[in-house]
């Protein structure tokens, strides 16, 4: 397996809230958000349902130095 994906794309996520089945993460920038979205859409969603069931949902938190937290709902 390829490690470096791993690092570079999952390493940086943090989990900020898990509130009604909605899990929520914080991700360092709107672009990062953007290629998880394009990218690794798939696997997080099955992931999120296998975990916390058929009505979980994932929202993003972006963070961006010195800006105040922007949140995106998604899936």
């Given at each position: ?9 999952f ?38 349902k ?8 994932l ?17």
């Amino acid at each position: 397996m390829e490690w470096q994906p791993f690092k570079t794309w999952f390493e940086p996520i943090k989990p900020v809230k898990l509130e009604n089945n909605v899990l929520t993460i914080q991700v360092p920038s709107q672009f990062f958000y953007e290629y998880l979205e394009e990218h690794y859409v798939g696997l997080l969603g099955k992931t999120i349902k296998r975990e916390l069931g058929k009505e979980a949902r994932l929202e993003y938190r972006i963070v961006v130095e010195n800006s105040t937290p922007t949140n995106i709902l998604k899936r």
